[in-house]
Nanobody, 119 residues
Framework: QVQLVESGGGSVQAGDSLRLSCAGS?????TSWFRQAPGKEREFVAL????????YYAESVEGRFTISEDSAKNTVDLQMNNLKPEDTAVYYC???????????????WGQGTQVTVSA
């Protein structure tokens, strides 16, 4: 299995922005970002298809987060604007052969990167 590598997490104030990057997912049909807060299940955040850039977002982040691919760097990035305390979680990059909102459908994962948003 391919090990993905995330970067870009950190601690910010509410209203600030962060940009996460995921390397290693270029040869997969679909790359997604999930997040998991303490005591909660891992939840879908956003996905992108490498074959044309089709994107889809969770309702909780639509309009604030943007997923995109950077062909020059071979990364899938997640631009997160107007961050809220409820966005605090470990963010994971995942890649697989299907478009899915379900974590178990993905075959490759990153190690996760912490995002903490203070009020």
């Amino acid at each position: 299995q391919v090990q993905l590598v995330e970067s870009g997490g950190g601690s910010v104030q509410a209203g600030d922005s962060l940009r996460l990057s995921c390397a290693g997912s270029k040869h997969f049909l679909c790359t997604s970002w999930f997040r998991q807060a303490p005591g909660k299940e891992r939840e879908f955040v956003a996905l992108i298809a490498w074959n044309g850039g089709t994107t889809y977002y969770a309702e909780s982040v639509e309009g604030r987060f943007t997923i995109s691919e950077d062909s020059a760097k071979n990364t899938v990035d997640l631009q997160m604007n107007n961050l809220k305390p409820e966005d605090t979680a470990v963010y994971y990059c995942a890649a697989g052969a299907h478009y899915s909102l379900i974590p178990r459908e993905y075959t490759s994962w990153g190690q996760g990167t912490q995002v903490t948003v203070s009020a």
